[in-house]
């Protein structure tokens, strides 16, 4: 077993489901569908940027990110949940718009759910990459 396969934790549960579909939602820019999935005014912040709230506010950070790079997927690490908490590793791959150039970067995402809904997401990821 390689280092990788060892450290590798994939479990397919509701809750990492739901957050996969949301996810989705916002991948496809459907806004209306991916507010579903989260408390009206869930906390979302990505590294050291501000606090966003609600799906306006998960909207603006978007648009500031798709102003500087395109998603160009990623490859799960791991995915499980404990209790009301969703843990995602991820190496994120994106292409910077200024120059073409290909990133890779790690990131991790913990949500936190009340009642079904998304309450809290942080994302931990070095975003710095983006501006070249």
Request: hydrophobic share 35%.
């Amino acid at each position: 077993m390689t280092d990788t396969e060892n450290h590798r934790r994939i479990e397919d549960c509701p809750l990492t489901r739901h957050v996969e579909s949301m996810e989705s939602m916002i991948g496809q820019q459907n806004w209306d569908e991916a507010a579903r999935y989260v408390a009206r005014d869930i906390r979302y912040q990505v590294a050291h940027k501000q606090a966003q709230h609600g799906i306006e506010g998960i909207k603006s950070y978007m648009s500031w990110q798709y102003s500087l790079v395109h998603w160009d997927g990623h490859d799960v690490r791991s995915k499980f949940s404990r209790g009301n908490i969703v843990f995602i590793e991820v190496m994120s791959h994106f292409t910077r718009l200024v120059d073409n150039a290909k990133l890779r970067v790690p990131c991790t995402d913990v949500y936190t759910f009340e009642n079904d809904l998304i309450a809290d997401w942080r994302v931990y990821a070095d975003t710095s990459v983006f501006y070249g």
